[in-house]
């Protein structure tokens, strides 16, 4: 079955970087797109960007353009994303999602939350 | 960015009633080449991901029980739960994916009254 797996919670201080992984199975790894999506206040979901994972085009929401990078590993069926700059509003909880169909844009499955904690 | 917009944003229904969440384009979502509308419809457990319930507005994601409900066209979308149960308490986000960037409403906290 899908599996979205990411890796653990994270703590960095305001300035640093964080990288998070997403590893995934059970479904043909180049055929289907990964999103990341945060949880914001409120509680709010806001999407940050995606990955076409086999062209490796990304795209970004504006205000993630300058901070947030997106890569793969095909051959470990990983996606990345690093986020720089880190402030407190970074603080929270990053999820990777895989689009439902293939060369789909509606997101069907995610993996369990990587919880990040800033602070000096 | 269009901005989505849900009411009420808090719910309480009794166990076996109806809930309505209402969802706003800031505009409309609705691709006439494939005469579809790219609103999807997400609820979220605390400490868990969220789950796909409908996408193209009303069509159910496998699995999804039948009582969970999604309709409109356009600006106007509506998610009913036809009669409530103790563990549809969540909190419920319409989405769009007509434009990039994807974005979501600010959610609708469903409980039990």
């Known amino acids: 079955q899908v599996q979205l797996v990411q890796s653990g919670p994270e703590v960095r201080k305001p300035g640093a970087s964080v990288k998070i992984s997403c590893e995934t199975s059970g479904y043909n790894f180049n055929n289907f797109a990964i999103h990341w999506v945060r949880q914001a206040p409120g509680p709010r979901l806001e999407w940050m960007g995606w990955?076409?994972?086999?062209?490796?085009?990304?795209e970004f929401a504006q205000k993630f353009q300058d901070r947030v990078t997106i890569t793969r590993d095909t051959s470990a069926t990983t996606v990345y994303m690093e986020v720089s700059r880190l402030t407190s509003e970074d603080a929270t909880t990053y999820y990777c999602?895989?689009?439902?169909?293939?060369?789909?844009?509606?997101?069907?499955?995610w993996g369990q939350g990587t919880p990040v904690a800033v602070s000096a | 960015d269009i901005v989505m917009t849900q009411a009420p944003d808090s719910l309480a229904v009794s166990l076996g009633e109806r809930a309505t969440i209402n969802c706003k384009s800031s505009q409309s979502v609705f691709r006439s080449s494939y005469n579809k509308n790219y609103l999807a419809w997400y609820m979220q457990k605390p400490g868990q991901p969220p789950r796909l319930l409908v996408y193209?507005?009303?069509t159910r994601e496998s699995g999804v029980p039948e009582r969970f409900n999604g309709s409109g066209s356009g600006t106007d979308f509506t998610l009913t739960i036809s009669s409530l149960q103790a563990e549809d308490v969540a909190v419920y986000y319409c989405?769009?994916?007509?434009?990039?960037?994807?974005?979501f409403g600010q959610g609708t906290k469903v409980e039990i009254k």
């Open positions: 989405q769009q994916h007509f434009a990039t960037p994807q974005t």
């Open positions: 193209w507005a009303s």
């Open positions: 999602a895989r689009s439902r169909s293939m060369f789909g844009v509606v997101i069907g499955y």
């Open positions: 990955i076409n994972v086999g062209t490796g085009k990304t």
